[in-house]
């Protein structure tokens, strides 16, 4: 029997905006076991005056949604809402000194041009904020008082390039890279629509907006170029498959020379050297192996003579894909264990 | 290497009204294979204009649905229509003289009252057809020019239990029976509600209705008594479960004398010797044993000194439990073999 | 912002014998994060010499399994073995003076005939432990220096009728009880067995050992009666389904007398009202609510007038049904929050 | 009511070698309810003794497994076994005047070395049978009296690629194809292997052999160039989903010049023009448009001006990928109509 430090601890006070949706839900969840943090307010406008309870009864939160109208009671505000809608909301909470974490699409790219094309949505060239990839931009989270939230799929993509791009002069030169991913149908949100049925999507697998995705810009910006005028060939399929979580990416990597498996490997766990939440694994890793954690497992599966390059990599959509990431972004703004609420 | 007899069939021509839902499209899939009948339209009033390929692929069917307006061309119309629907349609086409089997509850129900009771509709008391269910009542639907298609749980229940009731005077008191029954989600239909989502079913299971489902009064009726005035005490709990086809039903019979298990078995086997669609197995069935089958599998599972007998069937509720069993129908109707366009 | 409590703990170091199953990966899963447990060993034989990391991937835990030998380092023991091997290790834990929680089923039963006769194997008379339902036995437990863990099955039908046969005078005397159950596959262990493949158990239900299961004489125990001489109609149809976790009951219970289901409600609302993991629900419960979750649901879902009750229950049989309920059992003999770990 | 023709029809004896596994299985499905077939001995050694039935109840057969014995009592012999069995029994058959379809890998290959390479056995330079792939070597087929059936991801990918690269002039040169393929389970066969467990395949995706399945020196011969040799870049990346049945693939290639779609699709549209189970389709496929089909569907996705080409397609690994293509083999054969029995 060991007896423990004594421990001290400062909360913040939290809420979520778009609190019952599946990312939201993840959100409380995270937050009503975060040691430092207390959940205040869950704000869900459609469906105001259920309980979280009611609608997620594992969550086994008593806490009653209410419409969002303008409250600036916590330190702290996470916005899980629709693309366009945080758009509408986050100027007030930053002038009013709060911190924020958005969830959606809305502040992530730079390019005004880019946003409207891929999410047919005008927006001003200020409403921008801090790409929040802690893996990448450590520094800056730590000093935000705003980020915008990866999407899903650009994390799993992101995460599994990146060192090639970014870490490296010797393989700086891609020539191509081939994206397929395969994401659990929570990713479509919770939703009443006939083709997200379980009817139709048991023993299912479905591609859509091959070439054409949203994510496909972010992905992009964080490689250091754009998708209009991209340095290297860039093609991202994403599929819907018969799994409720989870996103698993194949990524092939055309390298402008060849490259040794294990060089690359060296590379990455190089890259990640201080990432709690990346495993750069030498064996195959499986959506099962990050289901319900934080973690980015990379697992680069095979290399050829000709710089032909395929890493794996898994996530869960809802957490290092979303809640989970952004309270990591949280505990990092905070200055508290970037795993805090998170193991 | 053999040679085959000659053959010459006749052909019937059929439509469907209701053609675009689930049982609607295993209809369609039956009909055109089927060897003596010719499907010749689609009747489907949400997806008009669309194919039924556009909907269902896997049919490969380049037939287009069509708003059913009174038409009376062939000579066999199935209708699987919404409840309600099927009881302003069926009169025109009765008098045109046409074949009719109906795939909803509409008629059923002898009781007007109990049709009211548990399908929240009024209906007159004329609005009856021959109940399909051609184990029990083979010779009225040779007999019949409409026949009234059986539901899928109370198939799966009425032929699990009917020869303890009308097949032997030994066992004829029961004192009670309870049933569960898990159906896949296609039993819902072809739908977008939330609550059967992908990410809402997979992995669960839903009990819904207990004790107040409308396929009561049909079972009732079918074991000689009435749901309003029941002569034993019967207990109904229907369950959705992570499968899209399928019901399995757990019987649980109380008899008012012992029974050894293998009496019973011999008294079903007797009961169901013409059936070529019920299999009683000496070993335990599953789902997956009638899989896209036309079979009721029935297993005698556990039988005990104090008369409490356990009776396990499984069915494919889109077949036995609807478009195969309207087949089987159409097929005793038509004269023809039984197993017609179904093995 | 708020500033908390300072805290002080003491940690209890414990071990895990058979932790590479599914109930001990969940032990390790749970004792990894609880903030009063150290976890030091885990062994399991056959998985010697890989960590449980290479196992379990999500556990993110980089312990080497190794062979159990014999040692007493810890202060607690939790057991996680195939029944029968449990018998051979606890007396020399209990004898080290150790604190031991089993969950397999060899020191359940007090009946040595009933234990040979469901378990197909001979024990000594001794071999009885503290039955570890905290929901009935909560100060035995409190005072017990060992505890035989409930089964999975048994806590799902134990919860759900506790209260008719031993909360209340008025229904003391029930008729019957049929209970089916539908257990995630998981129940049936870390297995390579045909008929546990994705491809056998996807889209499909399965019922087994109708009558017979080992279960069966624990509930009935602890119901106040005996498998051999029971005291009323008991009947028990275990299924497996398409799911990986959780159990879904359905129990019918014949009272003999009508009872108002508001009354039945409230009972078990008083019955439970200091259960922390319990929760009498006015709505239905379903799998996906207790997902995860160390929670018994309970849902009152129809009574009639002939005294019959349909009571539906549901756990997740690695939490409530074997695990989280293992440790709800520590957390009681240490004398700390019953919950703690757990929500 | 219409009267159809006279029809007479020669009936061929078949057996199968190796019917035990799941396209086993799938051949005794299809062959015995194709009209001018004849099922007449169904082989297999480890379930010997049992009826098909047993295995496969939804088969509804009441043949009996036995061991093969070297018996030519039929005409047609269909081989599903293990790899590496079909080359000791083929020469008999063939000795003795039999027409054989095998299903394994032993005769594909034309290179013994790549046979050695990728199957880890030998073989003889005479160990290789008509390739039958009906899209590409129809002729050949209708000539020969022994077809090596392609293998499942074979299929996929061969037929989503071959236009360009044996179709037309134009588009010859492709630089680099990258192939990722997730399969249903089955494709792993009746296993009882612990990672294909429904426990631990439920939710997950899993990539394997990357880089090294033994399709890919098959691909290679069939798009005309080699495994050992390459003319362009290959990378392929299978992966196992949760789904039983079917096959995905995601097929990106890199064209030497940039390809409008529209100029794509017309050229898949005329290469396929004559091929009744390839559906080339405007719209998106998915899995279920081709389950328990023979229908291979295939998409051109995407196509950018750098010549970049996505292309997806989907089989049933069991039927197209398996067994339907082993009936299709047959009847072209025979000189009957290529969709007997398989429609």
Redesign the interface.
């Known amino acids: 029997?060991?007896?423990?430090d004594?421990?001290?601890?400062?909360?913040?006070?939290v809420s979520i905006i778009g609190a019952s949706g599946?990312s939201g839900a993840e959100l409380t969840r995270l937050l009503l076991?975060h040691p430092q943090v207390?959940l205040r307010e869950l704000y869900a406008f459609s469906q105001a005056g259920n309980s979280a309870s009611e609608l997620y009864?594992?969550l086994?939160c008593d806490k009653i949604y209410k419409p969002y109208g303008g409250e600036t009671e916590s330190?702290i505000y996470f916005l899980a809402l629709p693309h366009g809608e945080a758009l509408q909301l986050v100027p007030a909470l930053l002038q009013a000194g709060k911190t924020v974490i958005d969830l959606s699409g809305d502040f992530r790219l730079k390019s005004v041009a880019e946003h409207e094309q891929f999410y047919k949505q005008t927006k001003s060239p200020d409403a921008v904020m801090t790409y929040g990839m802690p893996e990448l931009y450590h520094d800056d989270i730590r000093a935000a008082r705003a980020i915008s939230n990866p999407g899903c799929f650009a994390t799993s993509i992101i995460l599994g390039v990146a060192p090639l791009f970014l870490g490296n002069e010797r393989w700086k030169k891609a020539l191509?890279i081939?994206c397929?991913s395969?994401s659990?149908?929570?990713g479509?949100g919770?939703?009443?629509?006939?083709e997200?049925?379980?009817?139709?999507?048991?023993?299912?697998?479905?591609?859509?907006k091959?070439?054409?995705h949203q994510h496909t810009p972010e992905i992009m910006q964080a490689l250091g170029t754009s998708a209009t005028s991209p340095s290297f060939?860039f093609?991202f399929?994403p599929?819907i498959?018969?799994?409720?979580?989870?996103i698993?990416s194949?990524l092939?990597v055309?390298l402008d020379s060849p490259a040794e498996i294990e060089d690359i490997r060296r590379l990455y766990r190089e890259f990640y050297r201080n990432a709690p939440f990346v495993?750069v694994?030498d064996t195959?890793?499986?959506?099962?192996?990050?289901?319900?954690?934080n973690?980015c497992?990379i697992h680069i599966?095979?290399a050829?003579a000709?710089g032909?390059v395929?890493i794996?990599t898994?996530i869960d959509n809802l957490l290092k894909g979303a809640a989970g990431q952004a309270v990591q972004n949280m505990n990092i703004m905070l200055g508290i264990d970037e795993t805090s609420g998170l193991?």
């Open positions: 029997m060991t007896v423990s004594t421990v001290s601890s400062t909360k913040y006070s599946y076991k207390e009864p594992a086994s330190d191509a081939n397929t395969t659990g149908i929570s479509a919770r939703s009443g629509k006939t997200l049925s379980f009817s139709e999507m048991s023993e299912n697998i479905r591609a859509y091959v070439g054409t060939d093609t399929t599929m498959g018969a799994l409720v979580r989870g698993y194949i092939n055309q495993r694994r195959m890793t499986e959506v099962k192996h990050v289901y319900r954690t973690y497992d599966a095979h050829t000709s032909s395929v794996v898994a193991l």
